[in-house]
C-alpha cells in the first residue's frame, strides 16, 4: 500500500542535508552515488523512517544515526567491511581512529589530526608519531565492471561477495537511470520539483491547477515503477 500521507517538506529537506553532510569527505562521484542511493532508500521504504521516529531526541540527531549507519552499510557494499590492521589494534584507539580517517575514508592527515585532537586531546605531533608507526595500506578505490572482469577471481570469498555486491549496486542504478528515462517529460519534471527542490505535492498540485489527491496518487505510481526498476518488493 502506498504510503498516503508524505512527511513534512522540512523533514525531507533534513534528510537531504543530513546526506549532504554525512557524505562530504568522499570523493564527488561516491558522494553523487550515496545521495541517490539515500533517497532510494527512503522511497523504497515509503519513509517509514520518519515513522520510527520516537521523539526521544531531535530529529535532526534521529536523522544523522540513521544516515550514519546508512552510509556504512553503503561503504561495506562498496568497498568491503574496513578491519583495523594488527599494528593499529596494538597501539590502541587513537591509532585505530587514525588509520580508519586516512585509509579508509581518505581524510586529509591535517583534518585527521584535528579529529584526534578534539576527540582525545592529542597534540597534531603526537598524532603524526602515532600514523608514522602504523602500515601503509592502500586506500580504498572503486573499480568498475569492466576491470573486475579482467581481474582473476581471488580465492577469498567474501572478495567474491563484494564484487557481486558492487554488481548489483551498478546494476540497480543502470536500471532506475534507464527507467527515469523511459519517464515522460512531465513525470521527471514532478520528480525534480519534489525530491530535488523539496516542493510540497499540494503546492505542486496547485502550480499545475491540479487535484491534490490525484497528484498524490500519479506520485505513487511513479515511485512503484521505478522501485519496480531496481527489483525491489511493492
Same mark, same amino acid.
Given at each position: 500500500?502506498?504510503?498516503?500521507?508524505?512527511?513534512?517538506? +522540512?523533514?525531507?529537506?533534513?534528510?537531504? !542535508?543530513?546526506?549532504?553532510?554525512? #557524505? *562530504? %569527505?568522499?570523493?564527488?562521484? @561516491?558522494?553523487?552515488?550515496?545521495?541517490?542511493?539515500?533517497?532510494?532508500?527512503?522511497?523504497?521504504?515509503?519513509?517509514?523512517?520518519?515513522?520510527?521516529?520516537?521523539?526521544?531526541s531531535s530529529l535532526t540527531t534521529y536523522l544523522t544515526l540513521v544516515v550514519r549507519r546508512l552510509l556504512i552499510d553503503w561503504q561495506n557494499a562498496h568497498y568491503g567491511r574496513w578491519r583495523p590492521s594488527a599494528a593499529a589494534k596494538r597501539l590502541g584507539d587513537v591509532a585505530v581512529m587514525l588509520e580508519r580517517l586516512v585509509y579508509r575514508d581518505s581524510c586529509p592527515a591535517t583534518?585527521?589530526?584535528?579529529?584526534?585532537?578534539?576527540?582525545?586531546?592529542?597534540?597534531? +605531533?603526537?598524532?603524526?608519531?602515532?600514523? !608514522?608507526?602504523?602500515?601503509?595500506? #592502500? *586506500? %580504498?578505490?572503486?573499480?568498475? @565492471?569492466?576491470?573486475?572482469?579482467?581481474?582473476?577471481?581471488?580465492?577469498?570469498?567474501?572478495?567474491?561477495?563484494?564484487?557481486?555486491?558492487?554488481?548489483?549496486?551498478?546494476?540497480?542504478?543502470?536500471?532506475?537511470?534507464?527507467?527515469?528515462?523511459?519517464?515522460?517529460?512531465?513525470?521527471?519534471?514532478?520528480?525534480?520539483?519534489?525530491?530535488?527542490?523539496?516542493?510540497?505535492?499540494?503546492?505542486?498540485?496547485?502550480?499545475?491547477?491540479?487535484?491534490?489527491?490525484?497528484?498524490?496518487?500519479?506520485?505513487?505510481?511513479?515511485?512503484?515503477?521505478?522501485?519496480?526498476?531496481?527489483?525491489?518488493?511493492?
Amino acid at each position: 500500500m502506498i504510503r498516503r500521507l508524505e512527511p513534512p517538506t +522540512e523533514a525531507l529537506t533534513l534528510f537531504s !542535508e543530513t546526506v549532504t553532510l554525512a #557524505s *562530504r %569527505r568522499l570523493p564527488a562521484q @561516491d558522494a553523487d552515488d550515496f545521495a541517490q542511493f539515500a533517497q532510494l532508500w527512503l522511497l523504497e521504504r515509503r519513509y517509514n523512517v520518519f515513522d520510527q521516529f520516537a521523539g526521544r531526541s531531535s530529529l535532526t540527531t534521529y536523522l544523522t544515526l540513521v544516515v550514519r549507519r546508512l552510509l556504512i552499510d553503503w561503504q561495506n557494499a562498496h568497498y568491503g567491511r574496513w578491519r583495523p590492521s594488527a599494528a593499529a589494534k596494538r597501539l590502541g584507539d587513537v591509532a585505530v581512529m587514525l588509520e580508519r580517517l586516512v585509509y579508509r575514508d581518505s581524510c586529509p592527515a591535517t583534518e585527521a589530526f584535528e579529529r584526534v585532537r578534539h576527540a582525545h586531546g592529542l597534540s597534531w +605531533e603526537e598524532s603524526r608519531t602515532i600514523l !608514522e608507526r602504523l602500515p601503509p595500506r #592502500s *586506500r %580504498r578505490m572503486r573499480l568498475s @565492471d569492466d576491470v573486475l572482469a579482467n581481474v582473476a577471481a581471488p580465492a577469498a570469498q567474501d572478495v567474491l561477495e563484494r564484487a557481486e555486491q558492487q554488481r548489483e549496486e551498478h546494476r540497480r542504478r543502470c536500471a532506475v537511470a534507464a527507467s527515469l528515462r523511459q519517464l515522460s517529460f512531465e513525470d521527471r519534471w514532478l520528480l525534480r520539483a519534489r525530491y530535488q527542490e523539496g516542493q510540497t505535492v499540494r503546492s505542486i498540485a496547485l502550480t499545475l491547477n491540479m487535484d491534490a489527491r490525484q497528484l498524490y496518487r500519479r506520485y505513487g505510481r511513479i515511485v512503484e515503477r521505478l522501485r519496480h526498476s531496481t527489483g525491489a518488493p511493492s
